[in-house]
């Protein structure tokens, strides 16, 4: 992670979680990350295919062009990108991991510009991850974003980090690199899953 946001609003939810797999949702308090709001939302899932925005950030929902509340996160991304990130989102939500990498957003045909995204589950009064709290960051800011809505997004890659937990809770810790294929490539997106020790350019250790 490499935004401000993002590496801001992952020591929050470390703290708030104090060695837990994750952090109740009625734990996470506006008023202590007020510089953060603008660019984080909380996300539900409602199935394995469908995870409905609770709340977004003013500035996300400013660059996207409209309101996002209640509507489908997977719903910004088509064919084997939407499949790529309901993927990372379940592994967030059923082994309490971090999410995180990077896509490409459009607004018309001559304006893009990339963006840094993170996903932290929360756990409601049930106890079972059901709820993610995450953040949209553009890496850099044009003259026009905010202004001009984006209209589509191309993951750009995917990881995902498994902090270190009580043993009963998972198998695993550590970090794997989710890798999409460049859309340079002709065919169908291709994902690959790796050790943390085999990273794409450009992701940095977390």
């Known amino acids: 992670m490499q935004q401000l946001t993002s590496r801001q609003l992952y020591a929050y939810w470390d703290r708030l979680r104090n060695g837990r797999p994750a952090p109740a949702r009625c734990e996470i308090e506006p008023a ?41 996160l997977l719903g910004l991304w088509v064919d084997g990108d939407r499949e790529a990130l309901a993927h990372l989102l379940r592994a967030v939500c059923m082994d309490a991991a971090v999410g995180y990498g990077n896509f490409r957003a459009y607004a018309r045909v001559d304006r893009k510009v ?44 995917l990881k995902l980090h498994r902090p270190q937990v009580a043993p009963s809770f998972g198998k695993r810790a550590g970090a794997e690199v989710i890798y999409l294929a460049s859309r340079r490539v002709r065919g169908p997106a291709r994902t690959r899953v790796n050790s943390g020790e085999d990273r794409p350019a450009g992701f940095p250790k977390f």
């Open 32 to 72: 202590e990350i007020p510089a953060l709001l603008s660019e984080t939302f909380i996300a539900e899932s409602a199935s394995d295919d469908d995870y409905r925005f609770r709340l977004a950030g003013t500035r996300i929902c400013q660059q996207f062009g409209r309101e996002l509340r209640g509507t489908d």
């Open 114 to 157: 990339n963006f840094e995204f993170l996903l932290l589950p929360l756990t409601p009064r049930s106890g079972n991850v059901n709820q993610v709290l995450g953040a949209i960051t553009a890496i850099e800011l044009p003259f026009w974003l905010g202004t001009d809505p984006l209209l589509r997004q191309e993951l750009v890659g």
